[in-house]
């Protein structure tokens, strides 16, 4: 069977390495109140079909990337979007509401040089 780009849904990912001065504590505190926030935005309600967050957490001795021989990542977090188009992402992550939230994490967390978005197409290898 031939794999092929997924025609149904879009991706947009959004890469942060944080502040040093950030703690754990805060990161989770702001956090929870961020996803209630985001929650509550019309556009994302109506364009996004998914939104996760993934946070970097190495729980064994050693990091993942030092087992695989390659250098350590400063992300912190990514931010995963999915729409059923790039028109849809960009109308709810261009919203004023959500232009706040990235103005508050350039304000508070991270800097404009590590902080990243791109979006683009996927593929779906394993999904069990």
Request: hydrophobic residues 40%; proline residues 2%; aromatic residues 6%.
């Amino acid at each position: 069977m031939a794999h092929e780009l997924r025609t149904d849904r879009v991706r947009a990912i959004g890469l942060m390495k944080f502040r040093s001065s950030l703690s754990h504590e805060d990161l989770k505190a702001n956090g929870l109140r961020l996803v209630e926030v985001v929650k509550s935005i019309p556009a994302v309600q109506q364009n996004i079909l998914k939104y996760d967050l993934t946070f970097k957490k190495e729980k064994h001795g050693t990091s993942l990337a030092s087992e695989l021989g390659l250098k350590e990542t400063e992300v912190g977090m990514m931010v995963l979007v999915e729409a059923s188009s790039h028109e849809k992402i960009r109308e709810a992550l261009t919203s004023p509401e959500y232009k706040k939230i990235i103005a508050g994490a350039l304000e508070h967390a991270t800097t404009l040089e590590d902080y990243h978005w791109f979006s683009g197409e996927f593929l779906t290898v394993i999904d069990k």
